[in-house]
C-alpha cells in the first residue's frame, strides 16, 4: 500500500544534541510537510517542500531545518534540541498545494532529557 | 484570527449514541476546502473527508456523515451509533486556495476529543 512513513516512532535526544527526524513516501507526491504538534495542540506547520524549493513559515526557528534529497524521502534536523521542542513530529504529503488532501505519516514523538 | 473554530473542546456518549462535532470557519475567498482528520492515541492524523466550497452536497460514508452550509459557514460531522473505536480526537481544517501568505498551510481548529464509553 502506497504510504507515509516515519522512522523513528518514538526519539528520545539530550538538551543540546542534535537529532534528525525522518520521512519516507511511495505515494510519489511533490510535496512534503512538516508538523510540530504539542500535547493538546493543533498541528502546527513548520515548513514544506514543493519538489525542490523550500518553503519556511515564518515563525518557525532557526534550530528547526529540513532536507530533501529526492522525491521520496525529507528530513527534519533539530540542532539543538531544547525541552519546549519536544513534541509530535508529523510529516504530511500532497500532490499539490491547497487543493489537495494531505496524507500523514504515523508521526514521531520527541523526548528531551 | 482564529479561522476554524470547534468549540468543542470534548464530548462524551455512550457507545450507540449519535454524536455531533461542530465546526465553523472564516474565509473571504470564494474557493477554499474543508477537510476532517481523526488523531487516535497513536498519534496519526488519519483523512476522513475533503469538501470544495462549491459543493454544498451533504454526504454519508457508513457512520460518519457531514453537512456543509455556507450560509452559517459551517461543516459540522456526525458519527452515528457511536462506538469505542471512535475515541479520538477529530480536527477540522480549512486550506484557502488563494492565501499568498503560505502556501499549502492547513488551517486547524482546536480539535474536539470525543470519549466513548461502552
Known amino acids: 500500500d502506497a504510504m507515509v512513513i516515519q522512522n523513528p516512532r518514538y526519539q528520545v535526544t539530550q538538551f543540546g544534541k542534535p537529532v534528525t527526524l525522518s520521512c519516507s513516501q511511495t505515494?510519489?507526491?511533490?510535496?512534503m510537510y512538516w508538523y510540530q504538534q504539542k500535547s493538546s495542540q493543533a498541528p502546527k506547520l513548520l515548513f514544506h517542500?514543493?519538489?525542490?524549493?523550500?518553503?519556511n513559515e515564518a515563525d518557525t526557528p532557526d534550530n528547526f531545518q529540513s532536507r530533501r534529497p529526492n522525491t521520496s524521502f525529507c528530513f527534519l534536523d533539530i540542532r539543538s534540541p531544547g525541552l519546549g521542542d519536544a513534541a509530535m513530529y508529523l510529516c504530511?504529503?500532497?500532490?499539490?498545494?491547497?487543493?489537495?488532501?494531505?496524507?500523514f505519516g504515523p508521526g514521531t514523538r520527541l523526548l528531551v532529557l | 484570527a482564529q479561522k476554524v473554530t470547534q468549540a468543542q473542546t470534548e464530548i462524551s456518549v455512550v457507545e450507540k449514541e449519535d454524536v455531533t462535532l461542530d465546526c465553523v470557519y472564516e474565509?473571504?475567498?470564494?474557493?477554499?476546502?474543508l477537510f476532517w482528520y481523526k488523531q487516535p492515541p497513536s498519534g496519526e492524523l488519519v483523512f476522513l473527508i475533503r469538501?470544495?466550497?462549491?459543493?454544498?452536497q451533504n454526504e454519508i460514508s457508513g457512520r460518519y456523515s457531514w453537512n456543509f452550509q455556507k450560509s452559517t459557514s459551517s461543516f459540522n460531522f456526525t458519527i452515528t451509533a457511536s462506538q469505542v473505536v471512535d475515541s479520538a480526537v477529530y480536527f477540522c481544517?480549512?486550506?484557502?486556495?488563494?492565501?499568498?501568505?503560505?502556501?499549502?498551510?492547513?488551517?486547524f481548529g482546536a480539535g474536539t476529543q470525543v470519549v466513548v464509553t461502552p
Open positions: 504530511a504529503t500532497s500532490r499539490v498545494g491547497r487543493k489537495e488532501t494531505q496524507y
Open positions: 505515494l510519489n507526491h511533490n510535496v
Open positions: 517542500y514543493y519538489d525542490k524549493d523550500f518553503n
Open positions: 474565509t473571504r475567498d470564494t474557493t477554499y476546502y
Open positions: 469538501r470544495n466550497s462549491f459543493d454544498e
Open positions: 481544517a480549512l486550506s484557502e486556495a488563494t492565501a499568498t501568505d503560505s502556501w499549502g498551510k492547513l488551517q
